[in-house]
Nanobody
Framework: QVQLVESGGGLVQAGGSLRLSCAAS????????MGWFRQAPGKPRELVATINSGSTNINYADSVTGRFTISRGNTKNTVYLQMNNLKPEDTAVYYC?????????WGQGTQVTVSS
């Protein structure tokens, strides 16, 4: 079973930056896709960005393209989300996601709040 631990959320003013981190532990397949989703109050959870284990397939939501960058860490099965030029509409709980042939897992979520 895979466990995900997230960190890096917080409160920031519009135009500021934050970096989210997520580390997978447990029995994680080498070939996997990790990513970030977010859920604002009263809205469904939506995809923010995903990246495969070889960093050859990266996808972004249109709303974050050009502002957010997803990357893999040197440590196996870690993923980062660098968020620049944050906007109030980016306010949400951000969830790390892992999925592979053996299954999927979600992190507990980290709150990101952007003040105007």
């Amino acid at each position: 079973q895979v466990q995900l631990v997230e960190s890096g959320g917080g409160l920031v003013q519009a135009g500021g930056s934050l970096r989210l981190s997520c580390a997978a532990s447990g029995y994680a397949f080498s070939l996997n896709t990790m990513g970030w989703f977010r859920q604002a109050p009263g809205k469904p959870r939506e995809l923010v960005a995903t990246i495969n284990s070889g960093s050859t397939n990266i996808n972004y939501a249109d709303s974050v393209t050009g502002r957010f960058t997803i990357s893999r860490g040197n440590t196996k099965n870690t993923v980062y989300l660098q968020m620049n030029n944050l906007k109030p509409e980016d306010t949400a709980v951000y969830y790390c996601n892992y999925h592979a042939m053996g299954g999927a897992a979600w992190g507990q979520g980290t709150q990101v709040t952007v003040s105007s």
